[in-house]
């Protein structure tokens, strides 16, 4: 058990490091959020605008993440005061302490969602349903409250056990093995669906951008899931960061995790938009009817039960949904059980059961009103993330010493890291102006 004396835990090989690190990144924000999110907001377009976020802001704010953990190897909260002394950038920290509260607790209902259509899946209830009957029962299920419930505490619970158990032995382990599976699966999923009828016209909508479409809103909403899906602005991969070792580098690890991160999203769009619309021609159904946070749960089982051996094949896509879900939530906890093992000098035991809990009475409310559940996902990733990755990047930019970020990224000078003159040209200018801009914009016409 690592108590705060104790040497630090560390990630054991880079493979480890880029499955934990993806595995943090992919999860539902790709799978459920990503689909709605582009589905609401005029599809290529929105992609368009999500990619670009990721490339020009996206990328720079995770090496700085993982710089500013490695380097200070601290907590969020620690590594600001460690790395500036007396000043107030640790406030950023304490925001990505909150921010992992918030998240966790809408996340984990969705991923206790996850949970509840395996089990339906097993007992083959959603067989021969057609997508208003689905839509009908996933309602009905999000109305009820105590299964939902149900489900959020044991979703909570595992994610707590398998923290516990640290780093190389608890997250590392798992992810290494089920990540390659659910990007099997995902491509399985694509490619049957690119072969029914109709299936063009979902392509076209998710790839083709309709720029009278965008809005300083959408444009936000764009930023705050690159930011969301990608797990930064609060410090979850400043914490990872804080687990490398320092030889493995900085840059190939972030692009690695950003690229899969993508690949997934653009492959979950690629699963279900088309067949929106192969089942739209018959069920005379749209997009705009059937996004909101149901579309995965409708869309997906919809596919599945039209192929032979459906029941199976559904039974396994969510388990895997739920173990991406789980490689993310592990994640966002462990960003508060380090910060209260070493900011309260609590055993990882301890800090691990009062995250559990305290995250579980928010937890409750999110399931229980669904005005909560939507203030939380919209503020921590359209708000919250932002803010924290303007932050990030204003510090590496502006005030972090420069040597220390050179060494960092160049493994004091083993590693040639020629993109650093562009990545210090995004950190300075680009990202937090463009940051700045979208926010102040799109919270302006938001509200
Ligand atoms: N990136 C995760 C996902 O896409 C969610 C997440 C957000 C995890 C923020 C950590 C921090 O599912």
């Given at each position: 058990m690592q108590t705060s004396n104790s040497p630090r835990d560390s990630f054991s090989s880079r493979f480890g490091v880029i499955a934990a690190a993806a595995g943090s990144a992919i999860g539902l924000g790709n799978i459920w959020r990503f689909p709605y999110e582009t589905g609401v907001n005029g599809g290529g377009a929105f992609l368009f605008v999500y990619l670009i976020?990721?490339?020009l802001i996206g990328l720079p704010v995770m090496i700085s993440e993982f710089l500013i953990g490695r380097s200070a190897q601290r907590n969020p909260f620690g590594a600001f005061k460690k790395l500036a002394p007396g000043k107030p950038w640790f406030l950023i920290g304490l925001m990505g302490?909150?921010?992992?509260?918030?998240?966790?607790?809408?996340?984990?209902?969705?991923?206790?969602?996850?949970?509840?259509?395996?089990?339906q899946s097993f007992l083959g209830t959603l067989k021969d349903k057609d997508p208003v009957e689905l839509k009908g029962m996933f309602d009905s299920f999000r109305n009820e409250s105590y299964r939902p419930l149900l489900w959020f505490v044991i979703f909570i619970s595992l994610t707590g056990w398998v923290v516990i158990a640290g780093i190389k032995d608890g997250i590392e382990k798992y992810t290494k093995v089920l990540m390659p599976l659910l990007l099997l699966m995902?491509?399985?999923?694509?490619?049957?669906?690119?072969?029914?009828?109709?299936?063009?016209?979902g392509i076209e909508f998710l790839f083709k951008p309709d720029f009278s479409k965008l809005s300083s809103e959408v444009v936000l909403k764009a930023l705050?899931?690159?930011?969301?899906?990608?797990?930064?602005?609060?410090?979850?991969?400043?914490?990872?960061?804080?687990?490398i070792k320092k030889k493995e580098n900085l840059g190939a690890t972030a692009l690695s995790v950003a690229g899969a991160d993508t690949f997934i999203a653009v492959l979950a769009g690629v699963a279900i938009f088309p067949a929106i619309f192969a089942l739209g021609n018959v069920q005379s159904l749209d997009v705009s009817s059937l996004a909101?946070?149901?579309l995965v749960f409708i869309t997906l089982p919809s596919i599945l039960y039209s192929i032979p051996g459906g029941q199976i094949l559904s039974t396994m896509f969510f388990i895997l949904l739920a173990v991406a879900a789980l490689t993310s939530t592990i994640s966002v906890l462990e960003v508060i059980v380090t910060y209260f093992v070493e900011e309260l000098k609590l055993t990882r035991r301890k800090a691990t059961v009062s995250a559990v809990l305290s995250v579980s009475v928010l937890g409750v409310l999110s399931v229980l009103l669904t005005g909560v559940f939507g203030f939380l996902n919209f503020t921590s990733a359209n708000i919250l993330l932002p803010l924290g990755g303007l932050f990030i990047v204003l510090f590496v930019g502006w005030f972090m010493s420069r040597k220390v970020t050179l060494e960092e990224l160049t493994n004091k000078g083993e590693v040639r890291a020629r993109f650093i003159p562009v990545y210090l040209f995004l950190v300075k200018f680009v990202a937090p102006i463009a940051i700045a801009i979208i926010f102040i914009y799109g919270l302006w016409s938001a509200f």
């Open positions: 976020c990721i490339l302490v909150v921010a992992a509260f918030m998240i966790l607790a809408f996340y984990t209902v969705v991923a206790g969602w996850t949970l509840e259509y395996i089990y995902l491509i399985g999923m694509s490619v049957y669906v690119l072969t029914l009828p109709g299936a063009f016209k705050g899931q690159a930011f969301f899906s990608l797990s930064i602005g609060m410090g979850t991969l400043i914490t990872y960061g804080s687990y909101d946070e149901g």
